[in-house]
């Protein structure tokens, strides 16, 4: 190793752990809580339900830890270290389906599991190191995959339709799939009644909600939560001047963007642009009927379709700070001054969105399609 | 160190306004440690008063679904038509059975802890321990009757029924299913060992035990099991322990005199179903079989037209009473039910008078005195005929007339009974004496317990 003389350290790391976990929302007797029996409304009377039934079974939630790295110093001033690791959960206490005839249908029980793997990449570098110039770099990078290995989800069953796969937070732990699964409809425009249409799993298209092939009807987009996070920030100091800047970087993953919708109090731009008359199927990019029976729903539907949901990955530069240090000079001494720093800041400063409609989950919506910056001015005196 | 004041002074502030916080309404989670923390966990509406399933209802021959799909798809439509499952998969909750034993799961908590609990006297103790013994009896009645072939001396040894559980631990195993002799056993058992300890008066809350409550369902459950003479005998100990007037529709000015059930005049031991505003639609055969005067038809069913009823799907029963006074029926027991035992077990003994006298007790009580006539005959049979139709009228989608069926059937009474269409045709049929009167035990339970031998069944 002496003879590779850019190394000046190099250490490899390896850990192997295990972790428990004592949930306290279960316990080996019942949890009751609080409600009031109001049977006879003139006399209300306390009374108990369920909250956890008893369970002498219970276990640790267990966490294996693995984890392989290296601290690296190269060069001069640059450092920083690689992790990986692979951390797998089980035993975890989960709400699971039990045998009926103990008096639940569910409960919470010791038996979901994930498992989570990816690495980490730090880098710490003083690129320039003079009396009065200093230029240095602070990366971060992450990759995480988590994925389902067990679990039990009420919500999603093999006869749950395909729009349950895609209400609320149902398919957020589904086993076999990543945590935070969104799934889509494959939307195929509109007929020539306005109303949505999809393909099915053959690629035949259909009008929405017939025939309901359940999860065929869907397919899987990806993951809601960032499998990618960087951080990259720098700082110059000249003399007793500095500026610092920072940049965010979220990527791999999926998000929703909203539909603009006619009948909402404030609709969003293009919300005007809806099926009107037959015909009107032909133009591209236009909005199902929203006068059909239940036309609200498909709005929803559709949103919840491979054409509105798109690459979440954005980037925002949060925070730039320029400053001026005193610091030494005569004035202030004479002023009994310790220290006088001129601060300007700025917030939220620019985000973009990856995608076609420049959204972004740091924004939550395009009618805005940007964060509101904050700028601040400081001066900050120490005596 | 100088901050610690502060602290201790906050602290000290938090935990006085705290405990006057919970001098005046407890909130929040807790574990079942005193006497009173049981006697709460009894009063429990969800699973304790709100305790049959309504899908009881859609077994019986008088309920109408003229607008079901074609084929039935949901769970309510599978039991209408007596299918053998109520699910296609493992992961759906299994109807009815789910129901009772999440009930039992109540009864058994108390029975499990009630010992070690603190505060209150073991008189106290010993009550609690009752009325779970009594309620935990009350719920095997039914499932013994949904699960297990009817009540036959001669092979209720062998016949299998469902499992008697009696731990409240998840991580205890589910036992095997016991025969309908030994759940009989239980029952007849817990409640003769609740007696000498339950309360006198349950009339500030008829969901809780009494010792009447205990005599009327030893009264159901001999009836069940087709022991007249037993259950006469405890019928008539329910009336002179507790209760014995049946409720008066013909004094009431209109329907919303009947109340909550809670409080409400002539009831012994109170259940409600689980859901309680459900509408059923009864089958015209069953409308026209009303006397047009009978209260019980202007008290519990709306859109009544003529009373031709020549419409399906148009007259509906309301569960809360025409009057929405809460006038939700009762599946538990009554002094009407304690009646019709009575009656009952008089007209299969030949005991005319008798039977006709308490039915002249409960009829006058559901005609306006002018449009009232006194039932009257000489012949046995008529008169057993009589009192069965009286219970029909009086046990409206209560979830009762399920178990009536079965019995009629085991006495070659029950005539078979169809499903229709909205078009008129026959999608389902229920022969007398078919397997389909004792319910196949759900895919969802035999998941876990894939041993269990399951009740034979014939389409």
């Given at each position: 190793m002496q003879s590779i003389a850019w190394v000046k350290t190099l250490k490899l790391r390896m850990a192997h752990g295990f972790n428990g976990n004592v949930a306290k929302e279960a316990l080996p007797q019942v949890i009751a809580s609080d409600v009031l029996n109001t049977l006879n409304p003139a006399a209300p009377v306390p009374a108990l339900q369920i909250l956890s039934y008893a369970n002498s079974g219970l276990r640790w939630e267990q966490t294996r830890n693995f984890n392989l790295g290296i601290n690296y110093e190269i060069f001069k001033g640059i450092s920083g270290s690689i992790d990986y690791y692979i951390k797998k959960s089980t035993d975890i206490l989960a709400t699971n389906q039990i045998d009926a005839t103990r008096g639940a249908t569910s409960a919470l029980i010791n038996e979901a599991s994930i498992r989570n793997s990816g690495f980490e990449v730090s880098l710490q570098a003083d690129w320039i190191s003079r009396r009065r110039f200093n230029w240095n770099t602070g990366l971060v990078f992450a990759h995480n995959k988590s994925k389902v290995l067990e679990v039990y989800n009420a919500d999603l069953t093999a006869s749950s339709g395909s729009w349950q796969y895609i209400s609320g937070s149902y398919s957020n732990y589904l086993k076999g799939y990543e945590v935070g699964a969104l799934f889509n409809y494959r939307y195929a425009g509109l007929d020539n009644t306005g109303y949505p249409l999809i393909y099915d799993s053959e690629g035949k298209i259909k009008p929405l909600f017939t025939n309901d092939a359940k999860i065929l009807d869907v397919s899987y987009a990806g993951s809601s939560i960032p499998v990618f996070n960087l951080g990259l920030s720098n700082r110059v100091d000249i003399g007793n001047f500095y500026v610092y800047c920072m940049v965010n970087y979220f990527g791999n993953f999926k998000v929703r963007v909203p539909v603009p919708n006619a009948s909402e109090k404030r609709p969003l731009k293009g919300a005007g642009n809806y099926w009107k008359q037959p015909g009107d199927e032909e133009i591209p990019g236009i909005l199902p009927n929203p006068t059909t029976s239940g036309g609200q729903q498909h709005y929803f539907h559709i949103a919840r379709s491979d054409k509105y949901t798109v690459n979440g990955a954005y980037l925002t530069i949060g925070d730039v700070t320029a400053a001026y240090s005193f610091r030494g000079s005569s004035w202030l001494r004479r002023a009994g001054i310790n220290n006088m720093e001129l601060k300007v800041q700025a917030s939220n400063l620019y985000t973009v969105g990856f995608n076609s409609y420049n959204y972004s989950l740091a924004t939550g919506s395009y009618a805005k399609p940007y964060m509101t910056p904050t700028y601040t001015a400081a001066i900050a005196i120490n005596f | 160190m100088n901050k610690s004041p502060i602290i201790i002074l906050l602290c000290v502030l938090l935990f006085t306004s705290c405990d006057k916080y919970l001098d005046v309404q407890p909130k929040g989670k807790r574990l079942l440690e005193t006497v009173a923390d049981y006697d709460a966990w009894l009063n429990n509406v969800n699973s304790i008063a709100n305790a049959i399933p309504n899908e009881l209802n859609l077994l019986q021959d008088n309920v109408d679904v003229p607008n079901i799909t074609t084929p039935p798809t949901s769970v309510n439509d599978w039991v209408y038509i007596w299918r053998r499952q109520y699910a296609d998969e493992t992961t759906t909750p299994p109807v009815i059975w789910k129901d009772f034993y999440e009930t039992i799961y109540y009864f058994n908590t108390v029975l499990e802890g009630i010992d070690e609990a603190t505060g209150g006297t073991q008189q106290q103790k010993q009550m609690l321990k009752a009325e779970a013994l009594l309620g935990r009896a009350f719920s095997y009645l039914y499932l013994v009757n949904l699960y297990g072939k009817i009540y036959n001396a001669g092979t209720a040894k062998e016949d299998l029924a469902v499992p008697f559980v009696t731990s409240n631990d998840l991580n205890t195993p589910t036992p095997a299913r016991n025969t309908v002799q030994e759940i009989y056993d239980h029952i007849i058992a817990d409640v003769t060992e609740a007696l000498p300890h339950l309360p006198q008066d349950n009339s500030k809350n008829r969901f809780r035990g009494s010792v009447a409550a205990a005599y009327s369902v030893l009264a159901r459950t001999y009836l069940y099991m087709g022991d007249y003479k037993n259950a006469a005998k405890y019928a008539q100990l329910a009336l002179d322990n507790g209760p014995n007037e049946v409720l008066d529709y013909a004094a009431m000015p209109s329907a919303a005199g009947i109340k909550e059930l809670i409080t409400r005049p002539g009831t012994i031991y109170a259940r409600l179903l689980k859901t309680t505003y459900t509408q059923y639609m009864p089958t015209l055969d069953y409308l026209r079989s009303f006397n047009v005067k009978d209260l019980r038809l202007a008290y519990h069913y709306v859109y009544l037209g003529d009373y031709t009823f020549t419409k399906r799907g148009e007259t509906y029963h309301l569960g809360i009473g025409v009057a929405y006074s809460g006038a939700y029926p009762n599946c538990g027991t009554s002094v009407e039910e304690m009646r019709l035992i009575l009656a009952e077990c008089a007209a299969r003994d030949n005991d005319l008078p008798k039977a006709i006298n308490e039915l002249d007790i409960l009829r006058k009580a559901r005609f306006k005195p002018d449009d009232y006539e006194k039932f009257e005959s000489a012949d046995q049979e008529e008169v057993l005929q009589k009192v069965l139709a009286e219970r029909n009228f009086e046990f409206a989608f209560n979830g009762m007339r399920w178990f009536d069926m079965r019995r009629l059937d085991a006495d070659g009474r029950m005539p078979e009974v169809n499903r229709y269409d909205g078009q008129g045709n026959v999608i389902a049929s229920l022969p007398p004496?078919?397997?389909?009167y004792t319910l196949q035990i759900p895919i969802q339970v035999l998941y876990f317990n894939p041993d269990w031998p399951q009740n034979p069944w014939a389409d």
């Amino acid at each position: 190793m002496q003879s590779i003389a850019w190394v000046k350290t190099l250490k490899l790391r390896m850990a192997h752990g295990f972790n428990g976990n004592v949930a306290k929302e279960a316990l080996p007797q019942v949890i009751a809580s609080d409600v009031l029996n109001t049977l006879n409304p003139a006399a209300p009377v306390p009374a108990l339900q369920i909250l956890s039934y008893a369970n002498s079974g219970l276990r640790w939630e267990q966490t294996r830890n693995f984890n392989l790295g290296i601290n690296y110093e190269i060069f001069k001033g640059i450092s920083g270290s690689i992790d990986y690791y692979i951390k797998k959960s089980t035993d975890i206490l989960a709400t699971n389906q039990i045998d009926a005839t103990r008096g639940a249908t569910s409960a919470l029980i010791n038996e979901a599991s994930i498992r989570n793997s990816g690495f980490e990449v730090s880098l710490q570098a003083d690129w320039i190191s003079r009396r009065r110039f200093n230029w240095n770099t602070g990366l971060v990078f992450a990759h995480n995959k988590s994925k389902v290995l067990e679990v039990y989800n009420a919500d999603l069953t093999a006869s749950s339709g395909s729009w349950q796969y895609i209400s609320g937070s149902y398919s957020n732990y589904l086993k076999g799939y990543e945590v935070g699964a969104l799934f889509n409809y494959r939307y195929a425009g509109l007929d020539n009644t306005g109303y949505p249409l999809i393909y099915d799993s053959e690629g035949k298209i259909k009008p929405l909600f017939t025939n309901d092939a359940k999860i065929l009807d869907v397919s899987y987009a990806g993951s809601s939560i960032p499998v990618f996070n960087l951080g990259l920030s720098n700082r110059v100091d000249i003399g007793n001047f500095y500026v610092y800047c920072m940049v965010n970087y979220f990527g791999n993953f999926k998000v929703r963007v909203p539909v603009p919708n006619a009948s909402e109090k404030r609709p969003l731009k293009g919300a005007g642009n809806y099926w009107k008359q037959p015909g009107d199927e032909e133009i591209p990019g236009i909005l199902p009927n929203p006068t059909t029976s239940g036309g609200q729903q498909h709005y929803f539907h559709i949103a919840r379709s491979d054409k509105y949901t798109v690459n979440g990955a954005y980037l925002t530069i949060g925070d730039v700070t320029a400053a001026y240090s005193f610091r030494g000079s005569s004035w202030l001494r004479r002023a009994g001054i310790n220290n006088m720093e001129l601060k300007v800041q700025a917030s939220n400063l620019y985000t973009v969105g990856f995608n076609s409609y420049n959204y972004s989950l740091a924004t939550g919506s395009y009618a805005k399609p940007y964060m509101t910056p904050t700028y601040t001015a400081a001066i900050a005196i120490n005596f | 160190m100088n901050k610690s004041p502060i602290i201790i002074l906050l602290c000290v502030l938090l935990f006085t306004s705290c405990d006057k916080y919970l001098d005046v309404q407890p909130k929040g989670k807790r574990l079942l440690e005193t006497v009173a923390d049981y006697d709460a966990w009894l009063n429990n509406v969800n699973s304790i008063a709100n305790a049959i399933p309504n899908e009881l209802n859609l077994l019986q021959d008088n309920v109408d679904v003229p607008n079901i799909t074609t084929p039935p798809t949901s769970v309510n439509d599978w039991v209408y038509i007596w299918r053998r499952q109520y699910a296609d998969e493992t992961t759906t909750p299994p109807v009815i059975w789910k129901d009772f034993y999440e009930t039992i799961y109540y009864f058994n908590t108390v029975l499990e802890g009630i010992d070690e609990a603190t505060g209150g006297t073991q008189q106290q103790k010993q009550m609690l321990k009752a009325e779970a013994l009594l309620g935990r009896a009350f719920s095997y009645l039914y499932l013994v009757n949904l699960y297990g072939k009817i009540y036959n001396a001669g092979t209720a040894k062998e016949d299998l029924a469902v499992p008697f559980v009696t731990s409240n631990d998840l991580n205890t195993p589910t036992p095997a299913r016991n025969t309908v002799q030994e759940i009989y056993d239980h029952i007849i058992a817990d409640v003769t060992e609740a007696l000498p300890h339950l309360p006198q008066d349950n009339s500030k809350n008829r969901f809780r035990g009494s010792v009447a409550a205990a005599y009327s369902v030893l009264a159901r459950t001999y009836l069940y099991m087709g022991d007249y003479k037993n259950a006469a005998k405890y019928a008539q100990l329910a009336l002179d322990n507790g209760p014995n007037e049946v409720l008066d529709y013909a004094a009431m000015p209109s329907a919303a005199g009947i109340k909550e059930l809670i409080t409400r005049p002539g009831t012994i031991y109170a259940r409600l179903l689980k859901t309680t505003y459900t509408q059923y639609m009864p089958t015209l055969d069953y409308l026209r079989s009303f006397n047009v005067k009978d209260l019980r038809l202007a008290y519990h069913y709306v859109y009544l037209g003529d009373y031709t009823f020549t419409k399906r799907g148009e007259t509906y029963h309301l569960g809360i009473g025409v009057a929405y006074s809460g006038a939700y029926p009762n599946c538990g027991t009554s002094v009407e039910e304690m009646r019709l035992i009575l009656a009952e077990c008089a007209a299969r003994d030949n005991d005319l008078p008798k039977a006709i006298n308490e039915l002249d007790i409960l009829r006058k009580a559901r005609f306006k005195p002018d449009d009232y006539e006194k039932f009257e005959s000489a012949d046995q049979e008529e008169v057993l005929q009589k009192v069965l139709a009286e219970r029909n009228f009086e046990f409206a989608f209560n979830g009762m007339r399920w178990f009536d069926m079965r019995r009629l059937d085991a006495d070659g009474r029950m005539p078979e009974v169809n499903r229709y269409d909205g078009q008129g045709n026959v999608i389902a049929s229920l022969p007398p004496h078919s397997p389909k009167y004792t319910l196949q035990i759900p895919i969802q339970v035999l998941y876990f317990n894939p041993d269990w031998p399951q009740n034979p069944w014939a389409d």
